[in-house]
């Protein structure tokens, strides 16, 4: 039954995202089956992790190509055995805040919201999951950003003037520090000529000798980047109030998942 997840590995992801879709029409017609809907959906992409864990401590790496194009000319999903233990506690992480969110939501979100917010939920779970199996820079940096937008409207789902405020410095600061991946991702590219990670790993030891000072500030770059959306201090300054302002199981996802 796992063959086809083997063989097209990105199917993980479209089926979250195609689920995430289905939310609001699941919400209008059976409201009660939305939170039993999301939680089937996060049990299946659990089920599907812990198989490519299997297969990683059986040895095996299951690389895909993306509309049949090689690497480095495409975008190629790699299962190795860091990415499957990202996969695995995604989740499990979101399977269990989502189980013990589903009677909290009618209470923090406003009732004509909460379809949506199942889909920006599975939304967020999709883009993580993404993230950590593409072996394309450029690729992750959209994911990265999906991630990012769907984290802001989590926090955005109780209304009021504070969540709004909150979202919107999240927002603000988040897109600075895309601002700074996508620069540090395009002197990468500059200088290697490369957006997969294998080949620009392979040609990293090679032009480091000749742009060292260019190297640095691509890090540099990075540095602040992950830094501004992992909240690292001195760059925190969107945490507080996006924490405080949020549901319970926005908080929950953001702490447990997104800036980790």
């Known amino acids: 039954m796992f063959t086809i997840w083997e063989a097209h590995p990105p199917l993980l992801v ?3 995202l195609m689920a995430a879709l289905l939310m609001p029409a699941i919400f209008h017609f059976r409201p009660q089956l939305c939170g039993a809907a999301a939680l089937t959906v996060l049990f ?3 089920f599907v992790s812990l198989n490519f864990v299997r297969l990683t401590l059986e040895g095996r790496v299951l690389s895909y190509a993306v509309g049949g194009w090689p690497a480095p000319w495409g975008i190629e999903v790699l299962i190795e055995p860091l990415s499957t233990f990202m996969l695995a506690v995604i989740s499990f ?3 269990i805040t989502i189980f013990y969110s589903t009677s909290a939501l009618e209470w923090e979100v406003p009732e004509a919201g909460i379809g949506w917010y199942y889909t920006t939920f599975l939304l967020l779970v999709a883009s993580m999951k993404g993230m950590v199996i593409t072996n394309d820079l450029f690729n992750m940096y ?3 950003e999906v991630v990012g937008i769907s984290a802001c409207a989590l926090v955005l789902a109780k209304g009021g003037r504070e969540a709004t405020e909150a979202a919107f410095k999240y927002l603000l600061l988040a897109t600075v520090g895309s601002g700074f991946v996508l620069m540090g991702i ?3 590219y500059m200088v290697t000529g490369n957006l997969n990670i294998a080949f620009v790993a392979r040609e990293f030891k090679q ?3 000749q742009y060292p000072h260019l190297v640095w500030t691509v890090l540099s770059f990075f540095l602040v980047g ?5 909240a690292l201090f001195p760059l925190h300054v969107w945490l507080p109030d996006a924490h405080s302002s949020a549901p319970t199981p926005s908080s929950a996802i953001l702490s447990g998942l997104v800036v980790t």
């Open 93 to 95: 992480i979101a399977l």
């Open 207 to 209: 032009v480091y000798p």
């Open 186 to 188: 395009a002197l990468l």
């Open 226 to 230: 992950f830094g501004i959306k992992a």
């Open 142 to 144: 959209v994911f990265i």
């Open 44 to 46: 299946i992409a659990l």
């Open 14 to 16: 479209l089926f979250v």
